[in-house]
Structures are given as C-alpha cells and as structure tokens.
C-alpha cells in the first residue's frame, strides 16, 4: 500500500511536469510561460481615501474574447503588480475585500507594445460591505464563517508572552484542564495542527509541548468544529489549526520581542522575512525561561467492606525552565505558477521540575495517625524535530491547483525522577526508614507524512477535490520504576515499569464535490481511511492489534437568504483513536498513592456530527449560532477504583454519549473606541455509561462563556478585559465545578508605532482553579487543582520594516470550505 501512494504521488507529479510545453513551440505558438513572456501588464494600486500602497491585491487578466482567465497577481508592499500574458486584447478586474472592485478594459499587447502600464489605480472603500462584513475592525479578535473560526490572536492583549496552552484556554468554546488536555464544546476529543498538519511543535505530548511553545509564534487560530472529507477525519469534536507566522513582503522585515514576567518568565524571540522576486526567507527563534508554580488540596474518604478512614493530600510544584524553538525555510517561485517551500524546525527544551506532596491519614473519628512527606526532583528533557517539503502548482484555469507535502518528524523526550518519602506516627513520634525510589521514562516519536491534493473548477462555481494520503508513526516509550532496598542495592519495581511499543499506520483518500445553484451552495465528500495499529508490551508479551477500515462522509449546506443573512446545515462523521498516553500503561510515578495510567486495549470512539448556523450581519454588530447534536459510540473517560488505599485511575470505553447543544456568538463595534464580543456554549449531554460492572449512566445541563472588551482609552492606548465562566458539569463518577476568571491587558504603541508595550495580567483574582468530586461505590474524593497562579508580563515587540497590522476583516458566511489547514 506504501510503495501504491508514493508511486500515485509520483505519477502525479510527473503529470504536471508532462503538461509544459517546449520553449520553441510557445515561441512558434506566442503562448509564452508565466514568468518568460516579454508580454506584460504593470500597475500599482493605492487607497483612495488615505493615498497609502495596497498590499495583497488581486488582480486578473481576462480575454477580451471569452472572459476566461489567462492571468493573474496579487500587488506587493508597495502597491505594484505585474502580470505575464500572450499577445492579444484583456481585461484587467482589480478587487480587494471591502473595496470597490475596478475593472479596466481595451488592453491590447502585440509585438509592437510588449507591456502596458495601467499607472496609478485608486480603489475607494465600499461602505456598505464595509459596514456589513466588520467583526472587527483591526485585525484581531474574530472572523466568522459558517464552518470556521478564525481567530487572530495577537491582538487579544492578554496573550502577550504567553505560550500556545495559554492562548488556546483564551479562545471562545476551547478549555485548557488542570493536566494540559484540550477541549473543544466541552469534549477532549479535538485535533490539534500546526498549519494544517501534525506537528513536531506539539511533540509526543500535546499537553507538554503547548506549553512551550510561545503565543507570538502564532498568527492565528482556526476552529472548525464539522470539518469536511477534506480534513483529517480524527478528533471528533473538531480540528483545532494553528498557523504559524510566516511573511511574504519584498525586503527585509520581521518583529522582535522580549518579554519579563511574574512568576519568573523572561525570554526572547524574532520573526524575520527577507523575499526577492523568486525567494522568500522565513526564520522565527525564541527563547524563554519559566517556573510555574502550582499545586492543589485533595480530601479522599475510603469506606471499603465495613472500614473507614480519610487521607487528606496537599500538593505543591514548581515546574519549569528552559525552552528553545527554532524554525526557518524558504518559498522557491519557480514562475507564477509553481512553487516549492522547503522548512526545517527544532524545539529543545530542560526542564527543572520540583512537586511535594504532603499524607495525613485519619481513623474513622477524624483522628489524625500519620504523616508522610514525599518529594520529587524531576528533570525533562525534550528534543522535538521536523522537516518539510510542499510542491505547489497553480494553472491558467483559476481555482485548478495541485500540491504534494512530504514531512518528517523525530521527537524525544526523556523524564529522571529522584523521589524520597517519609512516613511519622502522630502517636508515638516514631518514624519509619526512608524511602528512596527512582523513575525513567525514555520516549521517542517518529513518524512520515505523504500527501497530494488536487482541485478541478468546472463552470462558474462547481470544483472536484481529491487528495491521497500516507501517515507513519512509531512510538515507543522504556519505563523504569526502582527502589533501593536495605543494603542500597536498586531493586526493580517489575508491576510498574515496562518496554511500551506502538506502531501506526493510516493510508486514506478522499473525493468532494461543491457547487453553488442560486443562493444555495453545497458540499458533499467521502474519505476513506485504512487504521493499522500495533501496541506492545515487551515485559509481558501483550500485543494487541487493531485494524479497521472506514468511510467518513460530509454534507455542508448553505442558503444565502439576503446579503446580510445565511444559514448553513452539515453533516459530518469523525473517529477518535486512542492516543499513545491513553494507551501507554504507565508514565509516573510522582504520586504512589494516586496512579494514572493508560489502557492498551482501548477501541476508537466514532461520532457522528450535526449543525445547524445562521450568521447575521449588521451595520457595526455579527450575530452567529448554531444548533449542534453528536452521537458518540465507544465512549472513553476516565474511570477510577481502589485498592489497599491507592487509587488507579485509567481510561476506559464506557458506552455511548449524546450532545446537544447552542453556540452563540455575538460581535459589536459600538463606537470608535468601545468593542465587545462575547460567546456562549449550552450543551446537554447523556451517557449511557457502565464499566467494571457498575452503571455510570448520567446527564447534565451545563454552559460555558467568555466576554471580551476593548477600549481605546487614547491614539496609542487600549485596554482589554476579558471574562470567563464555566458551570458545573456533572461526569461519571462526580462532577466538575464551576470557576470565573478576570483577564486584564493594556497596551501603548511607542516609537511612532514601530512598538508596543503590553502588560498583561492573567487570572486577576487567583481563581482559574480546577475544582472536582470523585465518587465510587467504596470512594468519594474532594478537590481542587491549579496547574498555574496568577501571573503578570511585560512586553516589548518591535516591528521592522512593518507597520502595526490594521486591516478590514471579510466575512465569508456564504463560503463552503477552502481556507488554509485543508488537506
């Protein structure tokens, strides 16, 4: 099946390549190549109300005969484009969002005028699309569409000198929990992507290495909570795309940025740019140093047989240090039509990592008897690495494009515990010997991505997609768990250390079909994915293989009912596979007396997705919500049991779960210097639960909300505040309970606005708290966990050859798909 893709890919590739004439039959034919032609048409556009160079522009040459599409370019820093052609007569359309398109006709090229210079073109600001489309003015918080969001987060204040956890936790319907898991609607089931494919970036633990990655790495954050056969069909709530910063301006320009916090956060970072005529150069370098301090209090109340007695645990860490990430490539303009980008990124990070946790066992009167300290000195290292190849090719025919991605990926991460406990009689004073025990933990990652994309317009608005795809992932991970016994010899603990190997491969196709008939566009797909999985145990010889073959099918409608107002419906099925930490038996041993572990039989769990949006539009103001329902089969949570005091808490497939639920969204710009947007999530959901022979059926009705304000106080100051607030939620096995947190962000732009200053403040009141019940039939726990403390940082970022990005927002609520991220 390998060898079948890359022969497809291959072949494909050599199909583009077959279909370019020699150079002596375009001189014969006068159908010279893009890029080649003497044949040329050059002008430069400008804004007619403030004289200021559009960049980004685009502009196409049509033929005067059949308005087909013979040309094309997008206008540069300074306004100027230049389009390769044939001899004959055009028509040159001139369009950017919220501006008045221009169209220019009577061009004419031949052997006598070679190039035509349209001169100055001045495009004046279309109000009323201005008006219509704004979610917000500048480029920041929010642009909507009926399948996506994106969401520009580098002006939200709060995110300066952050990293990419933090930034997720800010977004509208996204959670970040006490251990780093991402949430989307309520559900862990989400896809995280790094422009649209895996990434290094995120490592082997996605909990981990958000967390070092840095916010102003990151342009932007696309949501897509019913992706189509296009996309990836895993993660079941959604695919979560960050996509890194990247320029493409003529010259030499970038951003730096230094950052100093509290608690410690100190670093550095740069983003550069240089580009001429047929090659762009992209580096981004950061670097930071951070100790987060944390930590929570755990209540627990065993009531096994007809005994009873409680252990009340305190727990405090700090955790932290070094970070490196490292990334840097180049875009090859072959000609207009073909380019290939090559990018390379290395993260390596040194982590000092300090938890204490502190017993006190009490007798079923409340009597305290014992009390045990136990402390762990950890060090993590991390190296994360990645290489890229993408081939893109454009074609005369707009909308035809081909592209094929080659990646490769290594990533390693290595975890060395000392742990020492001690135990002390409350009675007598008395003391028992002290403990010593060791743990480590040896991981690697590597893994191959293959992928080629094909996209064929037919008519006016009809085009066919296509793509194949090849996926290779092996991971294993060596964990060792010792004690040193009375004569300081190391004794291995054989129950919790073990050899963990997991191999997976994924080979998939899809096919999709859109049109638009009216008012009404529609999208139907299908992808079809092969999973071939293998995990092993080498200390016991457990292997388990699971091997399945799915079709994934997608339906998105949309209705344009007005110019202000559309509606869409879609459809779409996805599967979570169990991850490799969901999988893996064990991976720390911190907390003897509270072991987590993973389940290497776990089964993927399907879901089957609806929505229901309407998006509305007003002079300053979006309304946007959308009914959604999923059916999930083969559910997993986590589920906890007892024994001799210590609680093991392991994934499982408990059963099915429906959702349902209403997102709102709402955007207002009700002057020039107050903005508000805010969103809302109501969900309902049912289990239908049971696990190690209990049932665990529940429901709950719960929601979650964040308002966001920004004022601006002066020319050069603004000020943000941002609220959260998450209900209860009622699990199997307990319940989660409600927090409010208070964000703060002020800003000042300096140095004629080629910097900012930004002091940020998160979690103002000390409350983003991870508060919890546990209950079983012999167990009932109470507690709460911060994995952070209120924190404030200081930012400096310098803009080079830039000026502070300020840009109209297009809403494209009647689009179906397209958009960076697919594939």
Same mark, same amino acid.
């Given at each position: ?30 159908? *010279? ?17 403030? /004289? ?25 820093? #300074? ?67 009926? &399948?996506?969001?994106? *969401? ?47 990434? /290094? ?39 979560? #795309?960050?996509?890194?910063? +990247? ?30 005529? =047929?090659?762009?150069?992209? !580096? ?49 303009? $072959? ?49 994360? %690495? ?5 081939? %893109? ?106 050899? *963990? ?11 999709? *079909? ?9 999208? $139907?797909?299908? @992808? ?63 907390? !003897? ?24 539009? =007003? +002079? ?47 955007? #207002? ?47 050069? =100051? ?65 507690? &709460?966990?911060?994995? @952070? ?24 609520? /009647? ?9």
């Amino acid at each position: 099946m390998k060898p079948f893709l890359l022969f497809v890919l291959m072949a494909m590739c050599t199909g583009i390549i077959a279909q370019q004439p020699d150079w002596k039959k375009r001189q014969e034919s006068g159908d *010279f190549g893009a890029g080649q032609s003497p044949f040329k048409v050059t002008g430069q556009v400008f804004d007619a109300q403030n /004289g200021e160079p559009l960049e980004y522009v685009t502009t196409a040459l049509l033929s005067q005969k059949d308005s087909t599409i013979v040309g094309g370019a997008v206008t540069d820093v #300074n306004g100027k484009f230049e389009i390769s052609t044939r001899p004959g007569r055009f028509i040159l359309q001139i369009q950017y969002i919220s501006y008045k398109a221009r169209t220019i006709k009577g061009i004419q090229l031949n052997r006598e005028q070679m190039t035509r210079d349209v001169g100055t073109i001045n495009l004046e600001p279309d109000i009323e699309i201005l008006d219509e489309v704004v979610v917000q003015g500048e480029k920041s918080t929010m642009t909507m569409t009926l &399948d996506k969001r994106v *969401f520009n987060v580098g002006k939200d204040l709060t995110n300066a000198g952050r990293t990419a956890a933090d930034l997720l936790d800010n977004i509208p319907s996204v959670s970040v929990d006490i251990e780093g898991n991402v949430s989307l609607r309520g559900s862990q089931n989400v896809r995280i992507l790094v422009d649209g494919k895996p990434s /290094g970036l995120v490592g082997i633990s996605t909990t981990n290495g958000l967390r070092q990655i840095q916010s102003n790495m990151i342009e932007r954050v696309e949501v897509v909570t019913n992706p189509s056969a296009k996309y990836d069909a895993e993660g079941s709530a959604g695919i979560i #795309n960050l996509i890194l910063k +990247k320029e493409k301006r003529e010259g030499v320009n970038g951003t730096f940025n230094a950052i100093l916090g509290h608690p410690e956060n100190y670093g550095g970072s740069f983003n550069l740019n240089y580009r001429k005529k =047929w090659m762009n150069l992209f !580096a981004s370098y950061g670097v930071d140093y951070r100790k987060n301090p944390g930590g929570g209090k755990t209540f627990q109340t065993f009531f096994p047989g007809d005994t009873l007695y409680f252990t009340e645990r305190d727990r405090q860490h700090v955790r932290g240090g070094w970070s490196n990430n490292l990334r840097f490539g180049s875009d090859f303009f $072959l000609n207009s039509k073909n380019t290939i980008t090559v990018a390379a990124l290395y993260r390596v990070s040194n982590e000092d990592n300090l938890s204490n946790i502190f017993y006190q066992d009490y007798d079923k009167n409340r009597n305290l008897l014992f009390v045990t300290e136990r402390h762990d000195i950890e060090q993590e290292i991390d190296k994360n %690495s990645e290489y890229s190849v993408n081939y %893109s090719r454009t074609f005369s025919k707009k909308g035809q494009k081909f592209t094929a991605d080659v990646q490769y990926r290594d990533n390693n991460e290595t975890e060395q515990s000392d742990i020492n406990e001690v135990t002390r009689s409350v009675e007598d004073g008395s003391q028992d010997p002290e403990l010593f025990q060791r743990s480590l933990n040896d991981e690697f990652d590597r893994g191959w991505l293959i992928q080629a994309d094909y996209e064929h317009p037919f008519g006016k608005n009809a085009k066919l997609e296509l793509g194949v795809r090849n996926s290779i992932r092996r991971i294993g991970n060596d964990y060792l768990v010792e004690e040193q016994n009375e004569n300081g010899d190391w004794e291995n603990l054989e129950s919790f250390s073990n050899n *963990f190997n997991y191999d997976e491969d994924i080979y998939a196709s899809y096919v999709m *079909f859109g049109n638009k008939v009216n008012k009404l566009s529609y999208q $139907l797909g299908v @992808r079809m994915e092969i999973t071939d999985i293998r995990t092993e145990l080498e200390q016991s010889g457990e292997i388990n293989n699971k091997n399945y073959t799915d079709l994934f099918p997608s339906v998105h409608l949309t209705y344009g009912l007005k110019k202000e107002k559309s509606i869409q419906g879609s459809y779409s099925r996805r599967v979570r596979r169990p991850w490799f930490r969901s999988l893996n038996p064990f991976s720390s041993f911190t907390d !003897a007396r509270n072991i987590r572990s993973g389940n290497p039989d776990l089964d993927p769990t399907y879901t089957d997705s609806y929505e229901f949006g309407v998006l509305q539009n =007003w +002079k300053k103001a979006s309304f946007y919500y959308a009914v959604y329902y999923r059916y999930s089969t083969d559910v997993v949570t986590r589920i906890t049991t007892v024994e001799d005091g210590v609680t093991f808490t392991r994934p499982e497939n408990v059963g099915s779960k429906d959702d349902i639920g209403l997102e709102i969204t709402y955007s #207002n710009e009700f002057n020039s210097w107050l903005r508000v947007n805010g969103t809302a999530n109501f969900y309902h959901s049912v289990y239908d639960a049971f696990a190690n022979g209990e049932d665990l059926s529940t429901q709950t009705t719960t929601f979650f909300t964040r308002v966001m304000s920004q004022i601006k106080i002066k020319k050069d =100051w603004d000020f943000q505040t941002t609220l959260n607030y998450r209900a209860p939620q009622e699990v199997p096995q307990g319940k989660r309970k409600s927090y409010f947190v208070v964000d703060l962000g002020l800003s000042r732009d300096v140095m004629k606005g080629k910097g900012t200053l930004t002091l940020s403040i998160r979690d103002l009141f000390n409350t983003r708290k991870w508060r919890y019940e546990t209950i079983t039939s012999t167990y009932t726990s109470v507690g &709460d966990f911060q994995w @952070r403390s209120r924190s404030a940082v200081l930012s400096f970022n310098y803009r080079l050859h830039q000026k502070k990005r300020r840009q109209r927002s297009g809403n494209r609520g /009647g689009d179906f798909g397209g958009g960076e991220g697919e594939f």
